[in-house]
């Protein structure tokens, strides 16, 4: 699919290979930090190991002129959904264990409602991107609404059981819930603004749009919540 580079700047492809970089380089810290777990369970390390593998692979593809279909002359970046429909879901997985850090039998519903709600706001968002006219916004409605659904799951109930620990967990729960938050938020306004919707940012502005917040969202996420984790002190 090497047609595909007519349609990207140089200027794109340098920032997917950036962005590349980035997520194998945070790939290796994790690795290196599971070494000296420091009282973190090991699945919190392999998914913030995993999902800079998964990312980056499927930037990696869109780098290289792949990843993507032309939809009525626009590119629509499917490598991106294929990326966000595994990542997200870790993301929140892994928000989830550190609001139950303390918690000895976590709750699998809490768990699965966050999964189950954020592919549906991955599904839809990629059906609102090959769509056209008033259905490209009403898929986009649909994708908001499950993204309501998961803000009020991790502000709601996950937060009253996280408040049910010791004061330094929950604090590390909040800090990493308003995290999440603020740069998840930010992903429906970049893309409504660009091509995908109403055109305001360029290509290029999109894609440095979704290069720079899935690098906090994603590695700088992990290396916060486990940063904080492994310096937890009770009591």
């Known amino acids: 699919m090497k047609h595909l580079y007519a349609f990207m700047s140089d200027i794109e492809v340098t920032l997917l290979w950036i962005y590349v970089g980035v997520m194998f380089t945070g790939a290796a810290v994790f690795a290196i930090w599971s070494m000296r777990r420091k009282g973190v369970p090991r699945v919190e390390y392999f998914i913030a190991f995993l999902i800079p593998v998964w990312s980056g692979l499927a930037y990696m593809s869109m780098a290289m002129g792949q990843g993507a ?94 408040k049910k620990q010791d004061q330094s967990v929950y604090k590390v729960y909040l800090i990493m819930c308003g995290y999440l938050t603020f740069f998840w938020i930010s992903y429906p306004i970049a893309w409504l603004l660009g091509p995908s919707g109403l055109e305001i940012t360029g290509q290029s502005g999109d894609t440095l749009l979704f290069v720079i917040l899935p690098i906090f969202s994603k590695v700088g996420f992990s290396l916060l919540d486990l940063y904080q984790l492994r310096h937890l002190k009770y009591g």
């Open 69 to 162: 279909v032309l939809v009525e002359g626009q590119l629509v970046y499917f490598a991106r959904y294929l990326d966000w429909v595994v990542t997200t879901p870790l993301l929140l997985t892994a928000l989830a264990l550190t609001g139950m850090h303390q918690v000895k039998k976590k709750d699998p519903i809490i768990i699965a409602s966050l999964i189950v709600a954020d592919v549906i706001m991955i599904s839809t968002g990629f059906i609102a991107d090959l769509s056209s006219g008033v259905m490209v916004y009403t898929w986009y409605l649909a994708g908001v609404t499950a993204f309501l659904v998961i803000l009020w799951i991790i502000w709601v109930p996950l937060r009253k059981m996280s």
